[in-house]
């Protein structure tokens, strides 16, 4: 088994995604070894892609990502023993045993002062790592932070000392109680002269096409979550674009085409 660990970390450059496809394959050896059920931290969509690709190579098909709620950016991995697939598959595990929900409800005159910033700052501040911590979602009375179970209490109290916090109301709900805001979006038109991935990212994110090729390169755009690296992909309406550290974005529709033969794309951006 070590000779194979080996083997799969030596495809990788990258010290951070070594790391992390470590830390896979630990959790991978720790469920065949123990017949027990092993999560990963809350990762970003590179990061899934890369586990996922490694339990892809291994044959691993008894995993589900896990953030919360539908359409979390950020999830966790849970592998699960062969034992457990029929409970997984029919939606009968108990996620409450692996996250929970931190709620703040912020005093009267502090509601709706507070971004994702500011909570995010809080996670920092109380000494814990981005990783641990799941999807922020912010509405006008404060926020749900989703997180790993075995930190929740610490969340809790943590917070509960921070001067922003100090007049809050901070306590630990069931995930099947988490707030789902709508988040906001404005809605752009841009000209694009095809449907391709670079043409669309580079206008999207206002840059040059060979700026856009660097970063698709990079492996820092996905499409409906998937990492895409092939700049002639052709996309379509309802597509949802992520671009790393640049924002997220869906096709609504084709409005029209100019006289000069490009394409007038309605597309909302998440704010």
Do not use: W
């Not at 010290?15 to 999560?39: G, P, W, Y």
């Not at 699960?80 to 697939?85: D, I, M, S």
């Amino acid at each position: 088994l070590e000779y194979i660990k080996q083997e799969i970390l030596n495809k990788y450059d990258n010290e951070e995604d070594k790391l992390l496809v470590s830390k896979v394959l630990d959790k991978l050896e720790f469920v065949q070894k123990k017949n027990s059920i092993e999560t990963t931290d809350f990762l970003d969509m590179h990061q899934k892609t890369v586990a996922e690709k490694v339990l892809k190579s291994q044959k691993i098909t008894n995993y589900i990502c896990y953030g919360g709620y539908s359409n979390a950016e950020r999830v966790m991995i849970i592998i699960y023993p062969e034992k457990l697939e029929d409970v997984f598959n029919n939606n009968q595990y108990d996620f409450n045993n692996i996250v929970r929900v931190i709620r703040v409800i912020l005093p009267n005159e502090m509601k709706g002062k507070y971004s994702h910033r500011d909570y995010l700052g809080a996670v920092i501040k109380v000494g814990l790592k981005r990783e641990k911590v799941g999807d922020i979602i912010v509405n006008l009375d404060g926020a749900d932070l989703i997180v790993s179970k075995d930190i929740s209490k610490y969340i809790v109290d943590s917070f509960k000392e921070l001067t922003r916090f100090s007049k809050s109301d901070i306590y630990e709900e069931s995930i099947e109680k988490l707030n789902i805001t709508e988040p906001k979006t404005e809605v752009l038109n841009i000209i694009i002269p095809s449907m391709r991935m670079d043409s669309i990212v580079s206008e999207l994110i206002r840059t040059s096409r060979s700026k856009a090729l660097e970063i698709i390169n990079a492996e820092r755009v996905f499409v409906n979550s998937e990492v895409i690296t092939k700049n002639s992909k052709m996309l379509k309406e309802n597509d949802m674009i992520t671009v790393r550290g640049k924002g997220r974005f869906k096709i609504i529709k084709i409005l029209n085409s100019t006289k000069k033969g490009n394409l007038v794309l309605e597309v909302e951006k998440y704010v």
